[in-house]
């Protein structure tokens, strides 16, 4: 059963040959279904895009890879940023090593990991 207002293509006619619909309701069908496509992709959009940016963006904790990170500057944050950096590193197999401390919220403590302890900056 097609939903209410749909056009079905061909349409037949009287004596069993395709019957054309006039270029009005062709184009009354394609754009009633392009709008719930538009609909469909401006629910999902906003949904996804904010799933993504949890995943992706700077939240709270140790953001970075298997070459260092950052870490939001707190003064309760810069107490617990060596062993926060070193437990992210050590995911990678290596050690942690501090490039720099901003001491102003807004900033970041940023690290990196190098593979022995001993490495020289």
């Keep these: 059963m097609?939903?209410?207002g749909y056009i079905r293509r061909p349409t037949w006619d009287a004596y069993g040959r395709p019957a054309f619909l006039p270029e009005d309701a062709l184009l009354e069908s394609f754009l009633r279904d392009l709008g719930a496509a538009a609909m469909k992709a401006i629910r999902t959009v906003?949904?996804?895009t904010a799933i993504l940016a949890w995943f992706i963006g700077v939240h709270p904790g140790v953001t970075g890879n298997?070459?260092?990170g950052i870490i939001p500057w707190s003064p309760e944050n810069?107490?617990?940023a060596p062993a926060m950096a070193q437990a992210?590193?050590?995911r990678f197999r290596k050690y942690a090593?501090?490039?720099s401390i901003v001491r102003q919220y807004g900033y970041y403590i940023g690290f990196e990991c190098v593979w022995s302890p001993s490495v020289r900056p």
Excluded: F, K, Q
């Design 78 to 80: 810069e107490v617990h």
């Design 66 to 68: 298997d070459t260092g």
């Design 46 to 48: 906003p949904i996804a």
């Design 2 to 4: 097609l939903p209410p």
């Design 97 to 99: 090593r501090a490039t």
């Design 88 to 90: 992210h590193c050590a």
